[in-house]
């Protein structure tokens, strides 16, 4: 009898270490929602959703698609899984980052009133991260848990308002040059609410100092935003892969971060 169960014990330990590799490695009830950047579209956060899924640690489990007009339209359920992920997809994706920044407010006062969330962790690419920041600040029902913004625009955008080594930061963070973006987020600052920071930039050492879209500074320009607010911290992507688009394409730097950062994987 002794034998036997010894045998049924070893049995049921190699079922469980055979145990499938998208399984869940633990509970986690913390949705996270994945936005967009400018002309972004589902494919900007679906290989950041898929790293997680491979890692075993969250499923996409609902799509908000928000119309032209700021109308939300829902797919899917959070409590189809115990670490869901929320994928944003704007139909307008040009509308610029006051705007993504009001919309994705609106979906997370959505969440809360419809599904009861009142924490969130929260990765945002490009405009999709300053929304992020933004959102954070908009005094929302929703407190935002771990935050990961990836290449940033917080205070310029090359071709737009910015130029290769125009704006400079002052010892204390503070940056040479206070763009209207830049300036709604200090004007809102006090209002931040989240619990920790990891900042992705990029720089593929060209000689410019950015990613090709955003440069360096304006990605680090964050910091001073959040200042004694939040566990704040930062990480460099350097090379090739640091090109702005290439940040959320597989990239196993920027991969390997976000599953640390928000899953300890």
Request: glycine fraction near 8%; proline fraction near 4%; hydrophobic fraction near 45%.
């Given at each position: 009898?002794?034998?036997?169960?010894?045998?049924?014990?070893?049995?049921?330990?190699?079922?469980?270490?055979?145990?499938?590799s998208?399984?869940?490695?633990?509970?986690?009830?913390?949705?996270?929602?994945?936005?967009?950047?400018y002309?972004?579209?589902?494919f900007?956060?679906?290989?950041?959703?898929?790293?997680?899924?491979?890692?075993?640690?969250?499923?996409?489990?609902?799509?908000?698609?928000?119309s032209?007009?700021?109308?939300?339209?829902?797919?899917?359920?959070?409590?189809?899984?115990?670490?869901?992920?929320?994928q944003?997809?704007?139909?307008?994706?040009?509308?610029?980052?006051?705007v993504?920044?009001?919309?994705l407010?609106?979906?997370?006062t959505?969440?809360?009133?419809?599904?009861?969330v009142?924490?969130?962790?929260?990765?945002?690419?490009?405009?999709?991260?300053y929304?992020?920041?933004?959102?954070?600040?908009?005094?929302?029902?929703?407190?935002l848990?771990?935050?990961?913004?990836?290449?940033?625009?917080?205070?310029?955008?090359?071709?737009?308002?910015?130029?290769?080594?125009?704006?400079?930061?002052?010892a204390?963070?503070?940056?040479?040059?206070?763009?209207?973006?830049?300036a709604?987020?200090?004007?809102?600052?006090?209002?931040?609410?989240?619990?920790?920071v990891?900042?992705?930039?990029?720089?593929?050492?060209?000689?410019?100092?950015?990613?090709?879209?955003?440069?360096?500074?304006?990605?680090?320009?964050?910091?001073?935003?959040?200042?004694?607010l939040?566990?704040?911290?930062?990480?460099?992507?350097?090379g090739?892969?640091?090109?702005?688009?290439?940040?959320?394409?597989?990239?196993?730097?920027?991969?390997?971060?976000m599953?640390?950062?928000?899953w300890?994987?």
């Amino acid at each position: 009898m002794r034998l036997i169960k010894r045998i049924l014990l070893v049995v049921a330990v190699l079922i469980i270490g055979l145990a499938p590799s998208g399984q869940l490695v633990e509970a986690d009830t913390t949705p996270t929602i994945f936005v967009h950047g400018y002309r972004g579209t589902a494919f900007s956060t679906n290989q950041l959703i898929e790293s997680a899924e491979a890692a075993g640690v969250a499923k996409r489990s609902m799509v908000v698609t928000v119309s032209p007009n700021g109308q939300l339209n829902v797919q899917g359920d959070l409590h189809a899984t115990a670490a869901p992920i929320i994928q944003v997809i704007f139909q307008n994706n040009t509308a610029g980052e006051e705007v993504d920044s009001q919309w994705l407010a609106k979906i997370l006062t959505m969440l809360h009133q419809r599904y009861g969330v009142t924490r969130l962790n929260a990765v945002g690419h490009s405009m999709g991260a300053y929304a992020v920041i933004a959102a954070a600040m908009a005094q929302t029902p929703v407190e935002l848990e771990k935050v990961v913004v990836i290449a940033g625009p917080y205070d310029g955008l090359l071709g737009w308002n910015d130029k290769p080594h125009e704006l400079q930061l002052a010892a204390d963070g503070r940056p040479s040059l206070i763009r209207p973006e830049y300036a709604r987020l200090l004007q809102r600052r006090e209002h931040f609410r989240a619990k920790s920071v990891l900042n992705i930039y990029g720089n593929v050492q060209d000689g410019s100092d950015t990613d090709t879209v955003v440069s360096v500074n304006s990605a680090l320009s964050l910091g001073y935003l959040l200042r004694g607010l939040t566990k704040y911290q930062t990480l460099a992507v350097t090379g090739p892969h640091a090109q702005h688009s290439r940040l959320h394409e597989h990239n196993v730097a920027v991969d390997r971060a976000m599953l640390q950062f928000i899953w300890g994987k």
